[in-house]
């Protein structure tokens, strides 16, 4: 089994529509979860933390499950500049320094 | 505020031939650094991570090895490559501790080998 699994996609959603990612992990032990952002040929960039609380930040909101192991992040009102490929991100097996990255969720907005 | 460097962006290298991927941080000390490579297509795998000048540990046996001379400095190697090799390559740093708080990736080296 994968660390972190995700849904490869792509997801192709029209301009304006709202679009939820999820991605599971198998480390019961993780501390620390985050969702990253890539766009083709460029590096990840951190998009947001996900907090046990949830969190949000403008269009973008971030949920963790710990109990079934799983993350997710919405997107309202998609703009086009959206698209990418979300990476799904959990602290390794061994929690010290690492950090394993999913394969990531490719999204396309369309006008 | 903190930069990260990597060179170069691009490199097409025959096979057989050594490589050297530099990594230079800026406007910190003692971070943690990272090599992953993204194969076409795949997701990112983490070849070498570092906690300090020295110090290297290796996740995955391969062609390839790090090195980290100087605090702020990581360095990638092969002696000799192999077509498996190529894939876009990005080095990354942290905080010690980085693990809560994410990592910042340089813009990486796409190395083809031919």
């Known amino acids: 089994r994968k660390e972190v699994e995700q849904d490869p996609g792509p997801f192709n959603v029209p301009e304006g529509a709202t679009v939820a990612f999820n991605c599971t992990y198998s480390?019961?032990?993780?501390?620390?979860f985050f969702w990253y952002r890539q766009d083709c040929r460029k590096e990840p960039k951190l998009l947001m933390s996900?907090?046990?609380s949830g969190n949000e930040d403008g269009r973008f909101t971030a949920q963790l499950n710990r109990a079934s192991q799983y993350i997710s992040l919405l997107i309202r009102d998609s703009k086009l500049s959206d698209s990418a490929t979300y990476l799904c991100?959990?602290?390794?097996?061994?929690?010290?320094?690492?950090?394993?990255f999913g394969s990531g969720t490719r999204l396309l907005v369309r006008p | 505020s903190q930069t990260i460097h990597q060179w170069p962006a691009t490199l097409v290298q025959p096979v057989g031939s050594p490589l050297s991927l530099e990594c230079t941080v800026e406007g910190t000390s003692n971070p943690n650094l990272y090599w992953y490579r993204q194969a076409a297509g795949r997701g990112l795998q983490l070849l070498f991570y570092?906690?300090?000048?020295?110090?290297i540990s290796s996740e995955v046996p391969q062609n390839l090895s790090a090195s980290r001379p100087q605090d702020r400095q990581f360095i990638l190697s092969s002696k000799k490559l192999l077509l498996s090799d190529s894939g876009f390559y990005l080095c990354?740093?942290?905080?010690?501790?980085?693990?809560?708080?994410?990592?910042?990736f340089g813009s990486g080296t796409r190395l083809t080998v031919v």
């Open positions: 991100v959990v602290t390794g097996m061994d929690s010290s320094y690492k950090l394993i």
């Open positions: 570092s906690v300090g000048i020295g110090q």
């Open positions: 990354a740093w942290s905080i010690q501790g980085g693990n809560y708080y994410g990592y910042t």
């Open positions: 480390n019961s032990a993780s501390q620390s």
């Open positions: 996900v907090y046990s």
